[in-house]
């Protein structure tokens, strides 16, 4: 009675309807004694409390490769504000199209409950609005499917723009944070150093990888799908700060 793990995979036979406890391989003590050793051996590998401070062990795996970045703050605390990490000690700006819906990548760093979601109008149009949200990543990574819309901003002025939230987001998760533009004159606070980046280029003589992708939409409501893949623009502008605070 022994198992592979974690040098190894076991691979043992199933029982059948027809198997008796005592046909050779399956032996009721030994079919027992392997499971039992396999458990004993995967509890052996992880250790005690293998989640740590996270809900789940892949939230803490997740949390983990953040870590390694060091534009991500190691603490977020309820009332602070984490989002799109900043790689440049001086911010940019970045105008938007009307009628166009962006997207770009954020890596949520852990099983967090979020009541704001905020951007920084830096250069106003009067009567002008925007839309924020969050989409899924589908299984190729692209976006997918509407989270939540957090509301509608005004943009006639220059400020910090917060939406009022209740929205639990999971540890680990890629998610696409989307804005829609009524008019192309309204410009955000960005981040100059072109983070986040998305998953790379569609030649290998482009010069800079794709930040963010844009789809058109007549501005209203988001949609309840982010459209075809193939119908978006890829754009290497400079990142949007989002931002959110942890309730």
């Known amino acids: 009675m022994t198992t592979a793990y974690p040098a190894g995979i076991d691979s043992w036979s199933n029982p059948g309807p027809t198997t008796k406890q005592d046909d050779t391989g399956f032996e009721h003590d030994v079919v027992h004694g392997n499971l039992n050793d396999a458990v004993e ?4 590998e992880l ?21 390694l970045s ?11 504000y984490a989002g799109t990490p900043r790689t440049s000690a001086t911010p940019s700006t970045n105008p938007g199209s009307a009628n166009t819906l962006y997207f770009q990548p954020w890596l949520c760093p852990f099983d967090v409950t979020v009541d704001r979601m905020a951007v920084e109008v830096v250069s106003p149009q ?8 969050v989409y899924t990543a589908g299984s190729d990574g692209t976006p997918d499917s509407l989270v939540f819309e957090a509301g509608e901003i005004d943009c006639s002025s220059g400020a910090v723009k917060e939406l009022t939230i209740s929205q639990s987001l999971t540890g680990g998760v890629l998610y ?9 004159a309204v410009t955000y606070r960005a981040d100059s150093g072109g983070n986040p980046r998305s998953f790379g280029s569609t030649t290998t003589a482009a010069t800079a990888s794709p930040i ?29 700060y989002v931002w959110f605070r942890r309730a």
């Open 47 to 67: 250790g005690t409390d293998p989640a740590g401070p996270q809900a789940t062990v892949k939230a803490r795996l997740a949390y983990a490769t953040q870590q």
């Open 41 to 44: 051996a995967i509890e052996a």
């Open 212 to 240: 963010a992708l844009s789809i058109a939409h007549t501005y209203g409501a988001l949609p309840s799908s982010a459209g075809s893949f193939t119908s978006m623009t890829r754009l290497t502008t400079a990142a949007v």
């Open 70 to 80: 060091p534009t991500f703050t190691s603490v977020w605390l309820s009332g602070e």
């Open 126 to 133: 009067a009567s002008a609005n925007a839309r924020l949200g």
């Open 176 to 184: 696409w944070l989307a804005r829609a533009n009524e008019t192309a």
